[in-house]
């Protein structure tokens, strides 16, 4: 079984709230899938800024 991430609580809500996962999944999420919600949320973030720039 994995360990909890290692991360601060205060952390932990921001990137539960911004990916939309209960703080309990998040803190159980495999840090491989963690590593890809991330992108997936930066992408978003910087398709998101380019398009309000042009």
């Known amino acids: 079984m994995?360990?909890?991430l290692q991360?601060?609580?205060?952390?932990a809500v921001k990137l539960s709230?911004?990916?939309?996962v209960p703080l309990e999944h998040l803190?159980?999420?495999p840090?491989?899938?963690?590593?890809?919600k991330l992108a997936e949320?930066?992408?978003k973030d910087?398709?998101?800024n380019n398009g309000s720039k042009e």
């Open 2 to 4: 994995s360990q909890p």
């Open 7 to 11: 991360i601060s609580p205060e952390t």
């Open 17 to 20: 709230e911004q990916l939309g």
């Open 27 to 29: 803190m159980h999420m």
């Open 31 to 36: 840090k491989h899938i963690l590593l890809q």
């Open 41 to 43: 949320l930066a992408k």
């Open 46 to 48: 910087v398709e998101t």
